[in-house]
C-alpha cells in the first residue's frame, strides 16, 4: 500500500492551497481516509477526516469552514482544500487510510501512512 501525498508548498496567510494523496495497492472505496498535520516541536494532530462515500465528514474546529476534504474513489485520490491559510497552519500534512468504511478523527485507527507534505504559510 502506498499513499503518495502532494501539493504542498509556501503560501502566504490568506492564500489557498490543496493538498492530494493517490493511494494504490489497496481498494480504496473500502477505505476511510484522514488527514492529520504535524507541526515542528508538537505532536501529530487530527485535520479532517472522509467516509468510504465522501458523505460524512469531519473537520477539526481549527479548521472548520476553512478546509475541505473530498475524494474521488474512480481516481484513488483524496483531497485537501485548504482556504484562508494562516501562519499556525504551518505543518508537514500526512493523508492516512483505516480499513473501514467510516471516518475517524483518531489516528491511531488508521492503517497506511504517507510521507507528508510540507505546508509552510507566511505572515
Known amino acids: 500500500v502506498q499513499l503518495q501525498a502532494s501539493g504542498g508548498g509556501l503560501v502566504q496567510a490568506g492564500g489557498s492551497l490543496r493538498l492530494s494523496c493517490a493511494a494504490s495497492?489497496?481498494?480504496?472505496?473500502?477505505?476511510?481516509m484522514g488527514w492529520f498535520r504535524q507541526a515542528p516541536g508538537k505532536e501529530r494532530e487530527f485535520v479532517a477526516t472522509?467516509?468510504?462515500?465522501?458523505?460524512?465528514?469531519n473537520y477539526d474546529d481549527s479548521v472548520k469552514g476553512r478546509f475541505t476534504i473530498s475524494r474521488d474513489n474512480a481516481k484513488n485520490t483524496v483531497y485537501l482544500q485548504m482556504n484562508s491559510l494562516k501562519p499556525e497552519d504551518t505543518a508537514v500534512y500526512f493523508c492516512?487510510?483505516?480499513?473501514?468504511?467510516?471516518?475517524?478523527?483518531?489516528?491511531?485507527?488508521?492503517?497506511?501512512w504517507g510521507q507528508g507534505t510540507l505546508v509552510t504559510v507566511s505572515s
Open positions: 492516512a487510510a483505516r480499513n473501514l468504511y467510516s471516518s475517524s478523527s483518531l489516528s491511531r485507527t488508521y492503517d497506511y
Open positions: 495497492g489497496l481498494t480504496f472505496s473500502n477505505y476511510g
Open positions: 472522509i467516509s468510504w462515500s465522501g458523505t460524512i465528514t
